[in-house]
């Protein structure tokens, strides 16, 4: 990957690096070949101008039209003499005067010439034998760019000049001067016409001299790129990738910082540097996470352990007496729970019963739980077998609990106490779900007396109530977590649909043995709750005197 | 089903209006709302129209309200048969009173 980024980084880089050059070459031999070709131009019409004056000094302005006959007209002696100085003046010129020549034009267009004195170069003569000299007096058609050049002479120029033709293929150049009179009137055109090196030899001999510099210096730029390219580059982002894929992998702090490897102030080493940055902070976040994680394994484990110890709190032996049937069981919502059930034998006639519910759920819960079970527990235990005594012991259970108990935790209870010889049940409620007695197989809500619950109030009275159970009748306790089992409509499982359950014709308390009916009114609840999640902790026991 | 606590304030006397279900959640959602509430408040009110189901959570959230209260005066008004049931059968009323 990091080979294919390379290649076509480089590739990239360095394609536009030619290109952008190639392009400046183009610009540099175009901007080049102009002004070489006016720089040449201007050269080869300096010399010919030069030559056109010294031509004209040999000429009487008053004399040109003697020139233009061919045999000199009024003064043969005097144009045989120019004739002579012109052509020693064509040939002194080694650097390519071609022709000297004299002429008036005619016509409003200049459309014609007469030629007066024409003198060549004698390398032309021998190359071109048939151009023999106009005679005076020869006429002649003039080309555009001469007859352009003439206009130019009679408006006032200098001089003018005529490229033939305007560029490339020809080579040569002529440069026009006015022979004036003493009136200031054209009497006469002198043109010099030189040899001119091909325009076209010299722009490509320019173009190739750019374009090898250009190679060169493309060359020297490219390799430059090329390193800058990697040591800028490649390099770092070479390092990133491999210090990004070890972290990976690693998932730890390297031994040196990329932004210490990678020193520079660009995007690069802002890169290289947010890199570091994001490592501490992820080694940072993992350390973090495992710590959590472990945090929440040891609450996990420690809340298992809290279950089981809260579990072994519940009584298991069920066969405590003959004389009575028991079943029971406690679902927390969460791992641990606030409801608690207690049975156990007094003495040799009585049996005690206890079903609370603490406050709240989970561990504040679980923990005024298991002081609210031993209290109960121990106070009703030692509590005399008289009128009065049940409730003194909820008073003083009720009294403890309320001792410290700043959080406000209060407890629900109904605690029974059976005298199984008799059939007489003793019970106190403090504040808690009023049970359901089966008598001869119909259930019904017991009779309550009114008192609050445990844990709030420490100055608060207890009342009893007492009723004698037949053999067959039986008592369900519960807490609210039956009752207030919740669907996912939100409706609670509610009293009546309870106690119309308990009383449905397909029950008959009689014949079902405790467990059956505690599974029965369990089966119950579910089928009412279906998929809802289990919001609090659902405790039931059920006590059949047999 | 959460809670929707809103508050009126007459003088000194404070009426919160309570709104869905108080229970384990929601009921750390009101023992913050009545702490701010209760700052130079003489009475309060606490309206359970709209308060469809209290747990023993939400009961232990009304008595540390009136605890924090100082034990002052409040009352619970409109509540429906489903409360005033759990307030029987728990003798919540002793604590603080439902009226009408």
Redesign the interface.
Same mark, same amino acid.
């Given at each position: 990957m990091i080979k294919a980024l390379k290649t076509s980084l480089s590739v990239q880089v360095l394609t536009s690096v030619a290109l952008v050059l190639v392009f400046l070459c183009y610009v540099i031999v175009y901007i080049g070949s102009r002004e070489i070709t006016k720089a040449v131009i201007d050269q080869y019409v300096e010399a010919a101008y030069h030559t056109a004056r010294t031509a004209r000094t040999y000429l009487n302005p008053d004399h040109i039209a003697d020139y233009l006959t061919a045999d000199g007209g009024n003064h043969p002696e005097e144009r045989r003499q120019i004739q002579s100085e012109w052509q020693r003046l064509a040939n002194r010129d080694s650097q390519g005067v071609l022709m000297i020549y004299l002429i008036q034009t005619e016509g409003e267009d200049y459309g014609r010439i007469r030629f007066g004195l024409t003198v060549v170069h004698p390398s032309l003569l021998e190359d071109y034998p048939e151009m023999v000299l106009y005679p005076g007096g020869t006429v002649a058609k003039s080309g555009d760019a001469q007859r352009k050049a003439y206009a130019e002479i009679y408006q006032g120029a200098k001089y003018a000049m005529v490229v033939q033709p305007q560029q490339w293929e020809e080579d040569h150049i002529t440069v026009v001067i006015p022979v004036k009179t003493k009136e200031d009137r054209v009497a006469g055109l002198i043109c010099v016409q030189r040899k001119m090196e091909k325009l076209r030899t010299v722009i490509y001999r320019h173009a190739y001299k750019v374009l090898g510099w250009a190679m060169l210096l493309l060359a020297v730029i490219l390799y430059l790129v090329l390193w800058g390219l990697r040591r800028w580059l490649l390099n770092p982002i070479k390092a990133v990738t491999k210090e990004i894929s070890r972290f990976a992998v690693k998932n730890s702090l390297s031994e040196s910082k990329l932004g210490e490897s990678i020193r520079m102030s660009n995007e690069i080493g802002q890169l290289a540097r947010a890199i570091d940055t994001m490592e501490e902070q992820t080694v940072d976040y993992i350390i973090n996470l495992t710590q959590v994680t472990r945090k929440q394994e040891q609450v996990q484990s420690e809340l298992n352990v809290a279950r089981n110890i809260q579990l072994s709190m519940l009584p298991t032996n069920f066969a405590i007496r003959s004389e009575i049937d028991i079943a029971a069981i406690m679902d927390a919502a969460k791992e641990v729970g606030?409801d608690f059930y207690n049975f156990y034998t007094i003495d040799e006639n009585r049996v005690a019963f206890i079903i609370a #519910?603490?406050?709240?759920?989970g561990v504040p819960a679980a923990l005024t739980m298991s002081k609210a079970q031993i209290l109960l527990a121990n106070f009703i235990y030692i509590a005399p077998d008289e009128p009065g005594a049940l409730a003194e012991a909820v008073s003083y259970a009720n009294f403890q609990l309320c001792r410290g108990n700043d959080s406000?935790?209060?407890v629900?209870v109904f605690a029974g106490v059976l005298n199984v010889r008799t059939g007489k049940f003793t019970y106190v409620n403090a504040?808690?779900?009023?049970p359901l007695i089966s008598r001869g197989g119909v259930f019904e809500y017991l009779p309550i007396a009114?008192?609050?619950?445990l844990g709030?109030?420490d100055k608060?009275k207890f009342k009893e109530d007492s009723l004698s159970l037949l053999q067959g009748d039986g008592i369900l306790f519960y807490t #609210?977590g039956v009752t207030?089992a919740e669907n996912c409509e939100?409706e609670?499982f509610g009293?009546v649909r309870l106690l119309d359950a308990l009383n449905a014709h397909v029950v008959n308390a009689k014949n079902l043995s405790a467990q059956e009916l505690i599974d029965y009114v369990k089966n119950q609840v579910a089928a009412f709750v279906r998929t809802a999640p289990q919001?609090?902790d659902l405790t039931m026991m059920y006590i059949r005197y047999l | 089903?959460s809670l929707e606590i809103t508050k009126s304030v007459e003088g000194t006397s404070l009426i919160l209006t309570l709104n869905g279900r108080l229970?384990?959640i929601t009921s750390q959602e009101f023992d913050k709302e009545f702490a701010a509430s209760v700052l130079g408040v003489k009475e309060v009110t606490l309206d359970f129209a709209g308060l469809?189901?209290i747990?023993?959570?939400g009961?232990?959230s009304l008595?540390?309200a009136k605890?924090s209260f100082g034990d002052g005066p409040i009352k619970i008004i409109h509540a429906n048969e489903?409360i005033k049931?759990v307030f029987?059968?728990?003798?919540?009323s002793?604590?603080i009173p439902i009226e009408g």
């Open positions: 606030g #519910d603490v406050s709240g759920k406000l935790m209060f629900t504040g808690h779900n009023p009114q008192n609050g619950f709030i109030d608060a #609210d207030e939100h609670f009293e919001s609090d | 089903m229970d384990t469809e189901y747990s023993s959570a009961l232990r008595l540390k605890r489903v049931n029987a059968i728990s003798h919540f002793d604590h």
